[in-house]
């Protein structure tokens, strides 16, 4: 079964609004969980990573005053893109490692925003 | 610099075939090799990975993928492919412990 979850699965919204998605680790307190952004037929990109009880880590570029990421939980990391604008739309991505060293990373079905 | 390529966008066969999606690194250090599968507006599940070891790696759904040092390799292949196999496949390199690069992503179509 799903050990990620994400909430909602999609969301349609006016231009200057902001929208919170999020991200939950099921059946493991995840202290790291990742934000990625994919674009139709394009690859992953990573966004950030989000760290719980302290500050995420930006990757060159994304704006951390638009996205802005909360881990306020072992079990909840969210993702709220602010005064949202067409370009924002894209499908965002959460995910969590599986745990120990150099494993995969288990990932969340996605959440489609769609900035009107 | 630790890249991912994958050079092919998308991959026919028909069902029954065997198949191959190509993936080659670039690292500086051991690589750390994934391969997952993405199906239509749903994320990625994981399907095999390359830590150490036999160079043969096999996976969920009757995939297997070879891991070639000498030539920076690590293809994904199947023996037999289903047309249920048909989706994105992203080739992913591990480094700095947790950090994943992932590939541009290939276009599988299997064909009845």
């Known amino acids: 079964g799903a050990v990620v979850s994400q909430h909602p699965s999609w969301v349609i919204c006016k231009s200057g609004t902001s929208v919170k998605i999020e991200c939950r680790s099921l059946d493991f307190q995840a202290t790291t969980m990742f934000w990625y952004r994919q674009f139709p037929k394009q690859s992953l990109m990573l966004m950030a990573t989000?760290?719980?009880?302290?500050?995420?880590?930006?990757e060159q570029g994304v704006e951390k005053d638009k996205f802005l990421i909360n881990h306020a939980s072992l079990t909840l990391s969210t993702l709220t893109v602010t005064s949202a604008h067409p370009e924002d739309s894209s499908f965002y991505i959460c995910?969590?490692?599986?745990?120990?060293?150099?494993?995969?990373?288990?990932f969340g079905p996605g959440t489609r925003l769609t900035v009107l | 610099a630790q890249s991912v390529a994958q050079p092919e966008d998308q991959v026919n066969v028909a069902e029954g075939n065997p198949l191959t999606v190509k993936c080659t690194y670039s690292v500086s250090g051991n690589p750390y090799l994934f391969w997952y599968v993405q199906y239509p507006n749903r994320g990625l599940q994981f399907l095999l990975k390359y830590i150490t070891g036999d160079n043969l790696v096999k996976g969920s759904y009757g995939f297997e993928a070879e891991f070639n040092k000498s030539q920076t390799s690590f293809h994904l292949k199947k023996p037999s492919a289903l047309v249920s196999d048909s989706a994105l496949y992203f080739c992913a390199l591990m480094y700095n412990n947790n950090d994943m690069r992932f590939g541009a992503g290939t276009r599988l179509t299997v064909k009845p």
């Open positions: 995910s969590r490692l599986a745990g120990g060293t150099y494993n995969e990373q288990f």
């Open positions: 989000s760290n719980e009880g302290s500050k995420a880590t930006y």
